[in-house]
């Protein structure tokens, strides 16, 4: 079945410092989604993506969908340490299959 | 508008023993899903219901089961519960589809002594 990797699994910053996470899928994707889930809370939705190519920012998130639809990234500019949590990409299964979460990344951001 | 509740937020449960978990969607959402979230396993699939109907259901034995009420919301069963079946459950809810965004529930915390 369809699954969704993803790396790092962790990843520890100084504040300012520049983020990224990777997200891979075995098959094609109809879309991408990204999620984050702060410390002690539950998984939000952040964005999702559905066209080749693709590119969207949310201030300093910017995400990308690949052009093969079987890869995506999210990067955070000058991270703060707002932005402490785990970050998943999830993606649709086979037609009919609810969402695959990818494992997640955990950034922890140090002042 | 309320958002996802999941009930109850903590559960302690002896091995072999029965639970039930309960969650209820956001007013409008017919699918509910419900995953699991062991430490360092991420999000695992458990089910999925839209309508009333189990419209999808991940690798987990027959002991977890569920079912989706007239008023959307859901219960997920666990029967047998093993030390491993310790995790934070997530109910989450969308208007339906494999393309919508989901809302996620606080989760209940389950514990397996």
């Known amino acids: 079945g369809q699954q969704v990797m993803q790396i790092p699994q962790y990843q520890h910053v100084q504040e300012g410092e520049d983020f990224t996470t990777y997200c891979n899928s075995s098959t094609t994707l109809s879309n991408i989604q990204w999620y984050k889930q702060r410390p002690g809370g539950h998984p939000v939705f952040l964005i999702q993506l559905v066209k080749s190519g693709e590119v969207k920012k949310q201030k300093r998130l910017t995400f990308q969908f690949g052009e093969a639809k079987k890869n995506s990234s999210l990067h955070i500019t000058a991270t703060q340490t707002t932005d402490v949590g785990t970050y998943f990409c999830?993606?649709?299964?086979?037609?009919?299959?609810?969402?695959?979460f990818g494992k997640g990344t955990s950034l922890l951001v140090t002042p | 508008e309320a958002g996802v509740t999941q009930s109850p937020t903590h559960l302690i449960k002896t091995r072999g023993q029965q639970v039930t978990l309960r969650c209820s969607p956001i007013?409008?959402?017919?699918?509910v899903y419900w995953y699991q979230q062991a430490l360092g396993l991420g999000l695992q699939f458990l089910l999925w219901?839209?309508?009333?109907?189990?419209?999808n259901r991940g690798n987990f034995p027959p002991r977890f089961s569920g079912r989706q009420f007239p008023n959307y919301s859901s219960e997920l069963n666990v029967n047998a519960l093993e030390l491993e079946d310790s995790a934070l459950y997530l109910c989450?809810?969308?208007?339906?589809?494999?393309?919508?965004?989901?809302?996620f529930g606080s989760g209940t915390q389950l514990s397996v002594l």
């Open positions: 989450a809810s969308s208007l339906g589809g494999t393309n919508e965004k989901l809302f």
């Open positions: 999830a993606g649709p299964g086979n037609s009919g299959y609810a969402l695959n």
């Open positions: 219901y839209d309508e009333g109907e189990e419209r």
């Open positions: 007013s409008g959402h017919t699918s």
